[in-house]
């Protein structure tokens, strides 16, 4: 079975703290994704990665850097955490098909709820 | 930008009956997920089903699709009160593996 960890649960910063998300996969996916989760506004792309040194903004980057070093670790840094920053974090995993069809099943980890004061 | 969108954000069942889910999309798309989320945890795929299918089928869940209309349907049958959760349908956005979400159906099932 595919895991997919994250390193907290629960998480609390204060404002202009740089924080460090980290996710894990274990089965050598190439792909990895960060969204955040607010309600109303389902689940939002922030970065993603292709490959290891690899990044791509998602639909809302702002805040946020990231950081793929090894393929099945994908950080995501919040340079100076602010309070419209609190959230769900999730992060996914997927492995890309031969062929070319895009789109395919992301593996969720448990999240992180970040809670900036 | 928001690809999926959900109908209705929230189901009230009493288990046994039947629930039903529907997602409407905008552009084309080459497959369709399906993922459920329990409170405050990640989410979990459930189905797939790709343009050229129709409907499918996984144990207590069937899935429709009507690329003519863009909309898919999610039904739950016999629910219980174990299947209460978050569903969320996913489409591909031709860049990789890049998936958008709706908002979520919302589904509470009451024993």
């Known amino acids: 079975d595919v895991k997919v960890t994250q390193s907290s649960r629960y998480l609390v910063k204060r404002t202009g703290e740089k924080v460090f998300l980290e996710c894990v996969q274990d089965m050598d996916h190439e792909n990895m994704f960060w969204y955040r989760q607010d309600p109303g506004l389902g689940l939002r792309l922030i970065y993603f990665?292709?490959?290891?040194?690899?990044?791509e903004k998602g639909d809302i980057p702002e805040g946020y850097s990231v950081s793929r070093e090894k393929k099945e670790r994908f950080s995501l840094i919040l340079e100076s955490a602010s309070t419209n920053q609190t959230s769900m974090y999730l992060c996914?995993?997927?492995?890309?098909?031969?062929?070319?069809?895009?789109?395919?099943?992301?593996?969720f980890g448990p999240g992180t709820r970040l809670t900036v004061l | 930008s928001q690809q999926g969108e959900e109908d209705p954000q929230a189901l009230s069942i009493q288990e046994g009956e039947n629930a039903t889910m529907n997602c409407s999309y905008k552009?084309?798309?080459?497959?369709l997920q399906w993922y459920r989320q329990n409170s405050g945890r990640g989410l979990v795929h459930l189905i797939l089903i790709r343009s050229n299918e129709r409907e499918k089928h996984s144990g207590r869940l069937r899935v429709t699709l009507d690329t003519s209309k863009k909309s898919s349907s999610l039904l739950i049958t016999a629910s219980r009160a174990a299947d209460t959760a978050s569903y969320f349908c996913a489409t591909d956005s031709n860049q990789g593996g890049k998936l958008i979400f709706g908002q979520g159906t919302e589904l509470s099932v009451k024993p």
């Open positions: 990665s292709y490959d290891v040194k690899m990044k």
């Open positions: 996914a995993s997927s492995f890309p098909r031969s062929g070319a069809l895009p789109g395919d099943t992301q593996y």
């Open positions: 552009t084309s798309i080459n497959n």
